[in-house]
């Protein structure tokens, strides 16, 4: 599979099997988020993988509920050891790094059949707490991962091209 043809056929993935991921894919897919470009190389990524059950099953109440995201074989717990640094844009950087790494995870997962769902709605401190991750630490986003139950492929709702894109000026 191509990259072009995995971002056309990522799509969010709310509902999983009960099928435990093998450790080479798993492998596979956490190196494609190592390999990301991040702003001056500074890699302030690191990652929670969490296998347990009960763990998965409280992560998903901590992120408001979301049931489905403990039902996943696999949530990739997004974390930045990060200084806040901000970049000379105004922008800071962690964020947008571990995004582009976690692009990377749910594209890498599509080559692998599995299925991804970006998590953002949930309680950081509630994470923290379950996971033990220290204060200065801050988590990022959740990721289940897993094989999915398919469903019927929907046309991703997208705005236009025209709409989002201007040429040579604002
Ligand atoms: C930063 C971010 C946070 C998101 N948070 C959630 C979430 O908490 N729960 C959820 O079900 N989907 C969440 N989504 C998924 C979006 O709803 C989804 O990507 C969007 O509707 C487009 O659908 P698609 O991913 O199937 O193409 C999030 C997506 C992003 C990029």
Redesign the pocket.
């Known amino acids: 599979m191509n990259v072009v043809e995995a971002i056309k056929k ?3 993935v ?1 509902s999983y099997l009960d099928k435990p991921i093998e450790d080479e894919k798993l492998n596979a897919v956490l190196e494609a988020s190592r390999l990301a470009p991040s702003a001056g190389n500074r890699q302030e990524w690191r990652f929670v993988i969490v296998r347990e059950g009960e763990v998965r099953r409280k992560l998903g109440e901590a ?2 509920g ?1 049931s ?2 403990g039902e996943a074989p696999v949530v990739i717990v997004a974390c930045a050891v990060t200084d806040g640094h901000v970049m000379s844009c105004g922008q800071p950087c962690y964020p947008i790094d571990v ?1 582009i790494a976690l692009d990377h995870i749910s594209l890498a997962a599509v080559e692998y059949g599995l299925g991804t ?6 309680n950081e401190k509630k994470v923290k707490e379950i996971l033990g991750v220290p204060d200065e630490i801050r988590v990022v ?2 990721m289940p991962l897993g094989y999915p139950v398919y469903k019927s492929v ?1 046309e ?3 705005l236009p091209l025209k709409r989002i894109v201007k040429y040579e000026r604002w």
């Open positions: 990522r799509a969010s709310r992120a408001n979301q489905f995201v995004a769902c970006w998590i953002g709605a949930f986003e959740l929907k991703k709702s997208r």
